[in-house]
């Protein structure tokens, strides 16, 4: 048993050190199939999906950082062993997109979440007795019915797509991470036309600056 694992043992180590050529997928792999195991029960060690092992065996992605040291201890090889030096700055490249996703995501979420203050704060004029008076969504009674219905409607709506943004900041799922932030501008803008055109400057001035901050987020990444 001892003369097996020595072996084996011998056999990464040559694997690594004698194929500095091999990808990181392709090693990655070599030695799952050392260890004797599947996708599946790799994943399970590394407390992963399959999907994402099968990924990077695939050549289709990297682990992040945290994955990586997980890898590199389990299977008792350096990290400069198991990749180059341009799938280090890769990985590294795609850790730090990774991490301003997340930041944006968070900023988004919490901007959309955020509508909920017009149900609560005084953005509305309210004309009583010959006197505008400010009120809050909730207060606002002296208006026509589908308006007050359509303003509900768009907080509603806005709150709604800010949990799941919050919610879904680790989702890699391609459509979500593509249309999430464009679909957050556009629904403000609806907002803010919504708003001058039933004349509520407060709210529409309120839904403006938010737009403006996300759009300033969006032009950052670029």
């Known amino acids: 048993m001892y003369g097996q694992r020595l072996g084996l043992g011998k056999h990464i180590k040559d694997l690594i050190d004698g194929e500095t050529q091999m990808e990181f997928n392709e090693k990655l792999q070599e030695l799952r199939k050392q260890k004797g195991l599947t996708q599946e029960e790799l994943a399970e060690l590394l407390y992963v999906s399959r999907t994402a092992i099968s990924k990077w065996e695939s050549g289709r992605g990297f682990p992040n950082i945290e994955s990586l040291k997980a890898i590199s201890k389990f299977f008792s090889v350096s990290l400069d062993k198991l990749l180059s030096g341009e799938e280090i700055l890769a990985i590294a490249e795609n850790d730090h997109k990774q991490k301003e996703r997340t930041l944006r995501d968070l900023i988004f979420g919490l901007l959309d979440c ?29 208006i026509q019915t589908y308006l007050k219905t359509a303003y509900i409607a768009f907080v509603g709506i806005m709150i709604v797509l800010g949990i799941i ?22 629904l403000s803008a609806v907002g803010v036309c919504l708003f001058i055109i039933s004349q509520q400057p407060y709210a529409a001035v309120f839904v403006f600056a938010f737009l403006i901050i996300k759009a300033l987020m969006l032009i950052k990444r670029q």
């Open 114 to 142: 955020g509508m909920a203050l017009l149900l609560f704060l005084p953005f509305f004029g309210q004309k009583a007795d010959g006197v505008i008076r400010e009120v809050s969504l909730i207060a606002l009674s002296n």
């Open 165 to 186: 943004t919050l919610a879904l900041q680790n989702c890699c799922q391609r459509f979500w991470t593509q249309s999430k932030s464009i679909l957050s501008l556009s």
